[in-house]
Each structure stands twice: as C-alpha cells, then as structure tokens.
C-alpha cells in the first residue's frame, strides 16, 4: 500500500501508457471525478459534488479540481457517468461551461437527470445512452457496460480497455440479491472480465468497514407498512431526492392504506415526474397530490415525500423543522428518515430531528428502525468481488481515508499483495503500462468553492475570514493622521460587531492606539497608511486577546489628511 506520502511531479506521459488520475471522491465521500488518458486522449468518468460542511460557511457546492484537463479539453473524448446521484453527475454543468459540446455517455435515466439539470444552466449536451453489455468506443478507449445494483436505478460498472491493460471501474455497487427493478449486479460479467484478465480494480470503499453484507431493499418495505398501518395523523418521509426505489415503497404503502402522497422539493418533484416518465417508478392512479393543497385533506389521508433527510438548511424538511413551511407539523405526526447519514452532516440532522421533535412529531430513523439500507457495498460483498475477478492491481475509490484502508485490507484478504493495493489521494498520478500499474507523482488538485454566482473565486483565506466572523465578531478602527505631523486628526473611532462587549470597554485602548501611531510615525517619515494600519491591528489584537480573551477580525483604517 502506498498513501500519505508527498510525491513529485509525474514524468511525461509515454505513449502506450495510460495514466489515471482521481480529481475528486478520494479521502471524502463526494466530488467523484477520475480521468484516464492515452496516446494523447482523455475519458473521464463521472463528474460529481461535495455537499459543505459547517467550517465552510456560504459555500453552495464543492468541485472537482478541473485545473487538470482545462488547457486540454479539446483531447476530451467523453463523460462517462456510472449513476445519476448529484456526487457522481452535479458538476457536469460546471465542466461543460468550458467545452459544451463533449459526449455525455450514460444510461437512461441518468442522461435523463443530467438532461434536466443542464437545461437550468441553458446548456445542450451531447449524449449517447448506453445500457448494460453494450460495448462502445471513445478514442482509444473501449468500454464495456456492466449492469450493477444501487440505491438509484440504471447504474453501470464501466470495463475500460485500453493498450496499456484493462481496468474494471464499479461506480457505486452493492449486490442486492431481491432488488425491487429484478435488476440484479452482473456478477457473471464480473467474472467473464475476470478471466480476460483485470489489471486495475477500481472499487466502491463507502461500505468497506462494515462487515457482512448490505441489507436488501425489499426488507424496508415491511418496515413502512408497520408504521403507515399504525399512523394516526400525517406522515412524512424524508429521503434523497434520486432515491426511486424508496419513493416507490413509499407510494406503495400509502397506496395500500388509503393515502394520498404529495412531493415537496424542487429537486423531489423534478426526479421523480422523470422517473415516472422513463417507467422507473410506478405511481398508482389518483394518488398524487400538490403540496398546496394538502389541507383540503385529513391528516390521516397525507404522506409527504420530501427532501431534506442531511439536514440541508434549506430543504423541505428542515424548513418544517423550523415552523417555516407552508405544511405546520404538529403534535402525532410521523416523520420517517429513509436515508443513511453522510459522514459531516451529523450536527445538522440531529438539529432536524430536535426541532421536529420539539413540534410534537415521532421521528424515526435508520438507528431505531429498518426504514433504510445503504446503496454500498459491504465487507462481504467486496471479497466476493475480489474472489471472482481476481485482479492483478487493486484502488480502491469513493471513501473516506478509513473507507479506502479498509477496502484495500480486504483485498489483500483475498491475495492480492500489499504492493498492489494502491491507496491513492485525489491528484495523485497512477500509470498502468502493459498491465503494470504504479504511482508516478501528483498533481495540484483542490477544492474549487461554488457561492452564488461565483465558482473557484472563494479561498480557503475567505472561508477562514468567515468563520473568524461568525464566531468571534469584528471590530474597526478609523484613524485620521496628519500626513506632515503624524498627529492624529481624528479619531481612533473603534465600532465593533458581534463582540459580546460593551463600547464602553474600547475606551481603554483608544489611547495605546494612539502612542502607537504617534510612536511608529517618529521612527519612520516614510511610513505608508498600510504600515501605519499594521500597527493599529498588532495593537488592538494584542489588546483585545489579553483583556477579552477574544480573536475578533480586525479591520484598521488609517487614513492620511
């Protein structure tokens, strides 16, 4: 295993040589992106986000670093897209925004979510739905489509053949052996590829460390129908907004006991009218109703299908949580969490469920109850994998850093050697030449802020100035100094905001600033305002950190009369 390590600049790309490089969905659970390029050519797969966490306040959505690719788009010879959740496909627009015309390869339904998302950005894409077993060449690159089970339906595991070797990618996987679609993970595709020789096995981690294997979908169900048979009031279900499956145990259950469903969330109700459009979701007659009109109802005849399950502040659900919807829960309503918890959202979904709670509403979620499975595969089903195709070379991918330790464990479980198992970090550089596969460098590779309008304008810097904002406050100085005396004019007029102080208290250092103007004017005749500003904050920090026990951002002004 390889990981942690520093490594240098990546040498020239030889011909015959493919080279990979993971620009996002390393060391995280977001942002999958992966190039792979050779004899001058470059196909990507998926082109995903990251959801902020709270150290990265006013953020809107995390992207892959494409600094990459950005002088090289035109070698681009397609986006292959596994699934169609927003971590695998909600930065296609952004990338597309640079060259609008490269093929966008995926399945029905994902071409279909991805068509849908890019029409809100005004772009056409080029697409070319491709379906389990078709086999279709980019460039140099031929790759074969595998059928796989996820929480999303239509997803594909993508076989990449190449001169240099074979890589087998899963995309996200599991191997539900009852999934409600029948479409099963192709374990006999996996195994064929298998004896054809796979050098490069590039896995799902999400689940690595849990052992056993992934409950099945059909064993929620049940689960619902317990609760929908014992509900005395309204009922609402939160889950992501893609997840079909769930939402049609869902309209199922509310079919089966005289409900009506009504979907909340803009992204809920895009989702879900094209997966009943495509045949994907099956909605029995008469039983949808508008979120609007939801009152002309008995509590008893509603479920609400909406987003919201990661705490999204705002999201349908978190907007109920906080009195703030036009649907007001009360006391007896269910609400149902039908989601796993993502790693970083924790404090905002237990925020939900406090509020909820404190409405009067019953909460259940995956901790007390089957209402959710995860879309991953676990430790079981990973060595079945690794057993069947037998590959040469193993990196793991989509994980957390513990995730990806785990996976690449159990592939060593299985004898693949420990010098084989590739634990990789987005931009490091990975070359496979004739089945030989090694860590060559890495490239730059960093998070890219979107925040409204603005994509990759927002720094690490600024997210620091806004969290020293909103938890420490601020506090200004204006000075007047006259530019020929270095006397002070006017001021030092201190204003300060979110800093739990009186006014009153500054007046105690309005005259150490002034000794420190007058002292730093009378050393130098060729001071600047910046200087002279510089000053000022030394003295406010130093002043404020002892007697306050604060670090507020401090804006000096200084300016010369």
């Known amino acids: 295993m390889t990981a942690g390590t520093r490594l240098s600049t990546p040498p020239k790309l030889k011909r015959g040589t493919c080279r990979i490089v993971q620009l996002g969905g390393l060391e995280e659970v977001g942002r999958n992106m992966v190039t792979f390029e050779i004899d001058g050519k470059i196909l990507i797969v998926d082109c995903g986000v990251l959801f902020p966490e709270e150290h990265q306040p006013g953020v809107d959505l995390i992207l892959p670093d494409f600094d990459y690719i950005r002088d090289r788009l035109d070698d681009v010879v397609g986006i292959v897209l596994t699934h169609g959740h927003e971590d695998h496909i909600g930065a296609v627009p952004y990338l597309l925004r640079l060259r609008d015309d490269i093929p966008v390869i995926g399945s029905k339904l994902t071409l279909a979510l991805i068509e849908a998302k890019l029409e809100e950005h005004r772009i056409k894409p080029r697409t070319r739905v491709v379906k389990e077993d078709d086999i279709v060449e980019f460039g140099p690159f031929e790759c074969e489509f595998v059928a796989v089970n996820h929480s999303i339906p239509d997803a594909l595991a993508v076989a990449i053949h190449t001169d240099a070797g074979t890589i087998l990618h899963t995309g996200d996987f599991k191997m539900d052996q009852l999934p409600l679609d029948g479409r099963i993970t192709d374990l006999r595709a996996f195994a064929r590829l298998g004896e054809e020789g796979v050098d490069l096995f590039m896995t799902d981690s999400t689940n690595a460390e849990v052992p056993g294997f992934t409950t099945t979908e059909a064993e929620i169900g049940p689960t619902l129908e317990r609760y929908f048979a014992t509900a005395k009031r309204r009922i609402v279900v939160a889950s992501f907004s893609s997840h079909v499956h769930r939402v049609q145990q869902v309209l199922d259950a509310a079919h089966k006991h005289g409900r009506k469903v009504a979907f909340g969330g803009r992204s809920m109700i895009r989702n879900m009218t094209i997966a009943a459009k495509l045949g994907y979701l099956k909605v029995p007659n008469g039983i949808l109703v508008d979120i609007r009109k939801v009152d002309k109802y008995r509590d008893d005849e509603i479920v609400l299908m909406v987003t919201g399950s990661q705490g999204e502040p705002m999201a349908a ?211 600047t305002a910046h200087q002279l500003q510089q000053v000022v904050r030394r003295t406010v920090g130093t002043w404020v950190n002892r007697k306050l026990r604060r670090r507020p951002m401090i804006i000096p002004v200084v300016l010369e009369a």
């Open 317 to 527: 659900l978190s907007r109920m949580a906080n009195a703030d919807h036009q649907v007001q829960l009360e006391e007896g309503d269910l609400v149902v969490l039908a989601s796993s918890l993502i790693p970083g959202n924790e404090n905002s979904v237990f925020r939900v469920i406090n509020g909820l709670m404190k409405l009067g509403a019953t909460v259940v979620h995956k901790g007390m109850a089957k209402v959710h499975v995860s879309g991953h595969a676990s430790e079981g089903e990973l060595l079945y994998c690794y057993n069947i195709v037998e590959p040469e070379f193993v990196m793991p991918v989509h994980g957390e850093t513990r995730h990806l330790i785990a996976n690449g464990r159990i592939a060593e479980k299985t004898g693949v050697p420990a010098e084989n198992v590739i634990l990789a970090g987005n931009g490091t550089v990975v070359d496979m030449t004739d089945g030989l596969v090694k860590v060559v460098g890495e490239v730059e590779c960093g998070y890219v802020y979107v925040d409204g309008s603005s994509v990759g304008e927002i720094s690490d810097s600024d997210l620091k100035d806004r969290r020293v904002l909103s938890e420490e406050g601020f506090i200004s100085i204006i000075t007047v100094v006259n530019r020929q005396t270095g006397a002070i004019v006017s001021g030092p007029d201190v204003h300060a905001r979110g800093v739990a102080e009186d006014e009153k208290v500054f007046e105690e250092i309005k005259p150490k600033i002034v000794r420190a103007l007058e002292e730093a004017v009378q050393s130098s005749k060729d001071h």
